[in-house]
């Protein structure tokens, strides 16, 4: 059904970009001329000064009645064919992913097609030569928004009161649902500002969404568990100190913020917690690396998907969005607020909202991640162990939990590489391999804290005191 409705939505595009292009042929262009779009004639320099404001080439045209009949048949019975199969979705409680994107971000009916526009290139690269016709330069094969205009409004100047539809505070832009294209580095006024539907907005509306495509490496998706039992099981995450029963998510929305050291416990409770309130889970990991436009860009493309596919939003590395004081920053707080539902944030430390910024009374809740105690390391590697190490006992278990203060995601991984070392030795896992992966893993990040340290002083700057050397002969012997 997704499809067939997807293709009446096509078809009554079809029906306008036919009815522009035989405007177009009619009032004179030539569509065999090979060198249409990248030259001005004479003869079409005087017609543009004698053409009226808000128009282009197929104004004024009229098409013969019949075929003019004929088009408005096809728009009409496309328009009936879309009701027609949205009622009866309904009926059998189909989610139309179209439909639902426009619902799900609120659309209006303008920016609806507008939207449609956009994206048939992306499905039919037959558009990419019509767009190029219309546009009457064969290098623009994605609309502009004067194309659009001239589309989806009638002429006249009254149509650019719609240019706010492509402001970067309209649903369309801070959604991230339509992606400015840039023009060869070139600046572009409004009208020719040129648009693409995100690749992963594409992706989603076909069936086939990839996190890793449209939010890049550190993006999971986790659907919801098909196992009733282990959704049950996930309930007792609400038992936890610190975590809000789940109405509140339901009710209050919060930002719930996780802070601590252990990464991979705040990750194994979100997932506990979107399974609990039966809702997939979409965790986007950010990179200190990055520059906060590029943190802030990715947010803004987190929150669409995470709409899109009704999951609980995880930003996992949040510490990027926290400034010198402690204050998430008001970006990226705009950012999270279009989330319209609860989203969850781990850093290793917590942060506030500042007294200065806007709708600082949103509800913000915080749940502390302690380091694991040594009782706790000791039985996590016990866990691991099992049955692995023997001559691991209890004392030096004991002594390797208290030596290294490891989180939960350290030790898995220190113990995964010392059965590793062991193998490719092939012998026996020996307590030397625990405590020599667990040493490794410890100060993994001693060499980016060298390389961050700048030297104060260079060779040259060292001044050492004048020496006078003498060659000291030795004395003469007598004989």
């Not at 991984?413 to 391999?433: F, G, I, N, T, Y």
């Not at 961050?452 to 700057?461: A, C, G, L, N, T």
Request: aromatic residues 8%; proline residues 5%.
């Amino acid at each position: 059904m997704e499809m067939t409705y997807l293709q009446a939505i096509l078809s009554w595009l079809d029906a306008c970009l036919e009815r522009e292009v035989r405007r177009w042929q009619l009032a004179g262009q030539d569509p065999a001329d090979r060198f249409r779009g990248l030259y001005i004639s004479d003869a079409e320099a005087l017609a543009l000064t004698r053409r009226g404001s808000g128009t282009h080439w197929g104004s004024g045209i009229t098409l013969p009645p019949d075929e003019s009949r004929q088009l408005e048949k096809m728009q009409t019975g496309a328009l009936k064919e879309i009701q027609n199969i949205e009622d009866q979705a309904e009926k059998q409680g189909i989610t139309l992913r179209l439909k639902a994107l426009r619902e799900t971000f609120g659309l209006s009916s303008f920016e609806w097609w507008a939207f449609i526009i956009c994206l048939a290139p992306a499905l039919d690269l037959r558009y990419e030569r019509i767009y190029s016709y219309l546009q009457d330069d064969v290098t623009r094969v994605l609309p502009s928004i004067d194309l659009v205009l001239h589309i989806l409004l009638p002429e006249g100047f009254s149509r650019l009161e719609n240019l706010r539809y492509f402001d970067r505070g309209s649903p369309l832009r801070f959604f991230r649902l339509l992606v400015l294209v840039e023009e060869s580095g070139k600046h572009s006024n409004g009208l020719r500002k040129v648009f693409c539907t995100a690749p992963g907005v594409v992706d989603w509306l076909l069936g086939s969404y990839s996190p890793l495509a449209a939010l890049g490496e550190g993006a999971e998706f986790f659907p919801i568990p098909d196992d009733e039992d282990e959704i049950a099981r996930s309930a007792e995450i609400f038992n936890r100190n610190g975590i809000p029963p789940a109405h509140v998510f339901k009710d209050v929305k919060p930002i719930l913020s996780l802070y601590g050291e252990d990464f991979l416990q705040q990750e194994l409770s979100v997932r506990q917690l979107a399974a609990a309130l039966r809702k997939p889970m979409l965790k986007v990991k950010l990179n200190p690396e990055d520059s906060g436009e590029a943190s802030l860009e990715l947010l803004y493309s987190a929150v669409r998907d995470a709409r899109m596919l009704d999951a609980l939003l995880y930003i996992q590395g949040g510490g990027v969005f926290i400034d010198g004081n402690g204050c998430l920053t008001p970006a990226s707080f705009a950012a999270l607020r279009l989330m319209d539902d609860s989203v969850v944030i781990s850093s290793k430390r917590p942060f506030r909202f500042g007294a200065e910024m806007l709708a600082n009374d949103y509800p913000l809740m915080r749940v502390p991640f302690e380091k694991l105690s040594t009782i706790e390391r000791s039985e996590l590697w016990s866990l691991l162990l099992e049955g692995m190490a023997k001559d691991l006992t209890e004392e030096k278990l004991h002594i390797l939990a208290g030596q290294f203060s490891l989180t939960s995601g350290q030790i898995i991984a220190a113990a995964s590489a010392a059965m590793s070392s062991a193998v490719q030795k092939e012998r026996v896992l020996q307590s030397a391999d625990l405590f020599e992966a667990a040493r490794f893993h410890s100060g993994h990040h001693l060499g980016k804290l060298a390389q961050k340290i700048e030297p104060r002083y260079v060779w040259e700057d060292m001044v050492l005191p004048e020496m006078r050397f003498s060659l000291v002969l030795p004395e003469p012997v007598k004989l």
